[in-house]
């Protein structure tokens, strides 16, 4: 097998893939919504077998279909193609103005089988994901293997979009490519996530966010080599088979509430990562803090008295509608409590986020407070006092529906070592296996070891092996 990403990716082409239609250039503005992310990429990547069909006899062919289709698509996600800038107030806006996407052809001389998934920052980050220019929104990366599989990888500004969009933009793309009708047409419409008048401001939302400005100078550099390695954050995806959720899921529960298995297997890494923040004298009074990112969209649809269409609306919205609850615990309890009581405390810090209200009144606090921008607390500080981390859940991922023609990708997975100060964590659906789990950890060396020592029955990790099977 191929050593950690020990490969070589060639370039042979580089071009820019505008709307296949005219557009007027227009300015749109972020969302307050949008406003609470800062300035950082994410990239989502797809794995396919050699294409058998006539029609892609040649990478040259499946790149012109992929392009074709990319050019047809902007036409209705027409955002994409346009680029970042600053307003007077220093607040991001995007200029609609079909400056395209770049496209990027290469070959690795690796095959598909040899590719190291389990570890992306050596066979994914700087060889087959593209890097996106300053002000650009979105890159592609179209790379053939030596055994003629393909990956197809994209980086996209988070400030314009979150997973639920980036799906939606992936699998339109993918219908295009197939001349089928698009099964959803974005939403651009700022509107809808408009702040009320007047304003209603929760002053429980400073427990949540903070202004940029108020943000600690970063620490110093780690002293020692050992130090270095255990701290740094690092990237790498785990399996879960089905068994080990459904057992997670049942420990978790208690005869009066089922706990749901995202909330099972939040706690129990949860638990894992506790393990290692323990203090040197063994107090664990250390604080270890959790965050979920929440999807507002089923919260903010329709209810009575509201529109139908705005339910629509959201349903089809192009854009963040995202927020970050968290919980914080010492770690000692972490440790020895049972894993139904952290899954409790997991429950507990999400509810009161699941709600309307709490979307609305998100939406009222960046608005009292522009345009100094504000940022997640966990994200941006979350390990001052122990360890932390975030989970958002990838389960509604298309992976099967990203079909450009040629067959289903055997793996996708998203990539985000986003450099904050928490770790990232995303399960996704298994391409491979109904039930089973594929997951995303960006976490430090430390706590990965930890956790692939103490719950390797539970983590395992990711080999084209298991994908084939």
């Known amino acids: 097998m191929v050593a950690e990403g020990d490969f070589i990716v060639t370039v042979s082409k580089k071009d820019v893939v505008a709307a296949v239609l005219p557009l007027q250039e227009h300015w ?26 006539a029609d892609f006899g040649s990478f040259g062919s499946t790149v012109d279909v992929l392009k074709k289709a990319m050019a047809e698509a902007l036409v209705s996600y027409y955002a994409l193609a346009g680029e970042v800038v600053y307003n007077y107030d220093g607040e991001p806006e995007l200029l609609c103005n079909n400056r395209g996407v770049d496209f990027v052809e290469a070959y690795a001389e690796v095959e598909l089988r040899d590719l190291n998934l389990y570890n992306p ?33 994209c980086t996209l500004d988070h400030r314009i979009a979150d997973a639920y969009s980036t799906n939606m933009f992936l699998v339109s793309w993918a219908e295009i490519a197939q001349s089928k009708p698009m099964s959803v047409l974005p939403s651009f419409r700022r509107s809808i996530l408009n702040p009320r008048r007047p304003l209603y401001i929760d002053h429980a939302f400073d427990d949540m966010y903070l202004p940029i400005s108020s943000l600690p100078p970063p620490p110093p550099p780690n002293n020692t080599p050992e130090e270095a390695n255990g701290n740094n954050l690092i990237s790498r995806i785990y399996y879960i088979k089905s068994e080990q959720l459904n057992e997670l899921q049942l420990l978790a529960s208690s005869d009066e509430c089922k706990r749901t298995k995202l909330e099972s297997f939040s ?40 529109h139908v269409n705005k339910s629509i609306s959201m349903d089809s919205y192009f854009g963040n509608v995202l927020s970050v ?58 390990s001052k006092d122990g360890p932390a981390f975030v989970v958002s859940s990838g389960q509604r991922f298309p992976v099967s529906k990203v079909d450009f023609g040629w067959g289903k990708p055997v793996f996708g997975s998203y990539h985000f070592p986003w450099g904050g100060d928490a770790g990232y964590v995303m399960p996704m659906p298994s391409p491979a ?26 983590f395992e990790p990711l080999t084209f092996n298991y994908l084939a099977a």
């Open 267 to 306: 706690a129990y890494l949860w638990k894992m990562v506790a393990l290692s923040g323990n203090d040197n004298d063994g107090s664990g009074t250390r604080i270890s803090k959790m965050g979920v990112v929440v999807d507002g969209r089923t919260r903010l649809r329709s209810s009575k008295g509201d």
């Open 28 to 53: 749109l503005p972020l969302s307050n919504l949008d406003l609470l992310l800062p300035a950082i990429d994410f990239g989502v990547f797809f794995c396919y077998k050699k294409p058998t069909a």
């Open 325 to 382: 609850p968290f919980g914080g615990q010492k770690v000692n309890e972490l440790i020895e409590k049972p894993l139904s009581w952290v899954a409790k405390r997991v429950h507990d810090f999400l509810e009161n986020a699941v709600t309307k209200d709490h979307f609305l009144g998100l939406i009222d606090w960046v608005e009292a407070r522009r345009p100094d921008p504000a940022i997640s607390k966990i994200c941006a500080t979350g």
């Open 433 to 458: 296996h109904n039930s089973d789990w594929v997951v995303y950890m960006h976490l430090s060396e430390k706590q990965l070891d930890l956790i692939e020592t103490q719950a390797s029955n539970v």
């Open 121 to 153: 920052d050596e066979s994914i980050e700087g060889k087959l994901l593209p890097k996106k220019k300053k002000n650009g929104l979105l890159s592609v990366q179209a790379t053939e293997l030596k055994c003629g599989g393909i990956v197809v990888a």
